[in-house]
């Protein structure tokens, strides 16, 4: 899967950094669309991804067009619910088109089906710096172990992830602080597959700005984490103390832990948020994925907009074929515009985890609402909008419907 280094070529058409869903898919609709791809990442392949692994309904939807939804069903774990847990113990199952797969075996199947099309895969790989020539981006300067390499791009697509230092050289940080940061594990406990078979998502006041959440894998395996997006203000959490308070105050957790195996250490992660905290262009250049900050507030989760936001940026470079640099930038920055509508309502609505006692009224209501059911589930579906629930209108609204 990963080409040997010595096989890097001078030249492409375009350089894709970051093998995971935005950079694979990326590199998947270049290579289908006749370009030269070269997809680099600085790990080898199959790779760890500190991640929940929850695919909901709009990764559902990118993987179908990438052409690998049936690859990934036929090992992830399905699901049928998202079950919110609020701080009075309440719990609500909110139906939806869901599964989990951990992201070491996702991420490969995304880059195969790259591969698959035509891209050349190299790894491991790490990008120092672009290379330029009046102001334009022509390539990057690349280190495997302790030799540096140079390659020639018409463009360089950065999918690099939330850590800060890609965008930092490249010169396309707004900001190098995460959004918010997350810390997870994941617990084998076969006799618990039977009781925990959805998504739970949890608030507690203890998790505040925050919340936790126990994911199914396959084979008897629990992806466990806490995690805090766009914190508000709010001073910096321990993560370590949040998940002990997690797996003490939450008895599905406590019972993980405590009959099930640890596999491998807790690991944590930034976050990178509602497209914010990078430029998203410059000439011979575009940011996508995590890198662009293409994960959700509230729910925390980014495998479907990363998905989205590298499909978005091969489209706006195959569609500008012939056009000047500012003409496929500003193509492909409208088409993030687009979706930030979706972003700052996920913001709005980030407040249910600043005050999870909002979590208590809206499950409260909705046990009671089959109206407020359904929009619930449209949440997640990305058809209804999911702030107008935590304003002081929409909770005034809870009573009415």
């Known amino acids: 899967m990963n080409l040997d280094i010595d096989q890097l070529p001078p030249s492409c058409d375009v350089l894709v950094v970051g093998a995971g869903p935005a950079g694979s898919a990326a590199a998947q609709l270049l290579a289908r669309g006749g370009w030269g791809v070269v997809l680099i990442d600085q790990h080898a392949f199959p790779r760890d991804k500190v991640c929940g692994d929850g695919l909901i309904p709009d990764a559902h939807r990118a993987l179908r067009s990438l052409g690998v939804w049936e690859a990934v069903m036929a090992q992830a774990q399905p ?6 847990v609020s701080p009075r113990g309440a719990r609500l199952d909110v139906p939806a088109t869901l599964a989990v797969l951990p992201r070491r075996q996702l991420d490969e199947i995304v880059c195969r089906a790259a591969i698959e099309a035509g891209a050349r895969m190299f790894a491991p790989l790490r990008f120092l710096a672009p290379l330029e020539e009046n102001g334009t981006v022509t390539g990057a300067r690349l280190q495997h172990g302790t030799v540096t390499r140079e390659i020639r791009a018409r463009w360089v ?13 490249a010169g396309m940080a707004l900001r190098q602080a995460p959004s918010g940061v997350a810390l997870r594990a994941y617990v084998k406990h076969p006799a618990m597959a039977t009781h925990i078979d959805v998504l739970e998502v949890v608030w507690q006041r203890a998790l505040a700005p925050g919340y936790g959440w126990i994911f199914p894998c396959p084979g008897g395996v629990f992806n466990i984490g806490v995690g805090t997006v766009d914190r508000g203000g709010a001073p910096e959490t321990n993560l370590r103390q949040v998940f002990d308070d997690f797996t003490r105050l939450h008895a599905p957790a406590r019972e993980l832990l405590a009959g099930g195996t640890l596999l491998g250490p807790l690991k944590g992660a930034p976050l990178r948020c509602t497209l914010e905290g990078a430029r998203p262009s410059r000439p011979g250049l575009l940011v996508t994925g995590e890198a662009a900050g293409s994960t959700y507030s509230f729910t925390g989760e980014g495998i479907g907009k990363a998905l989205e936001t590298g499909m978005l940026a091969a489209q706006a470079l195959l569609a500008g074929t012939g056009q000047d640099d500012a003409m496929v930038c500003a193509d492909y920055e409208g088409r993030l515009l687009s979706l930030r509508p979706r972003f700052e309502l996920y913001a709005r609505a980030n407040r249910a985890n600043r005050h999870p006692w909002l979590a208590d009224v809206v499950i409260w209501r909705a046990k009671r609402s089959t109206r407020l059911m359904q929009r619930l589930a449209g949440v997640l579906d990305e058809t209804r909008n999911p702030g107008d629930l935590f304003t002081a209108r929409g909770l005034l609204h809870l009573f009415t419907e």
């Open 157 to 169: 697509v950065l999918a690099t992830g939330a850590a800060a230092q890609a965008l930092l050289a």
């Open 79 to 84: 699901a049928h619910f998202v079950r919110c």
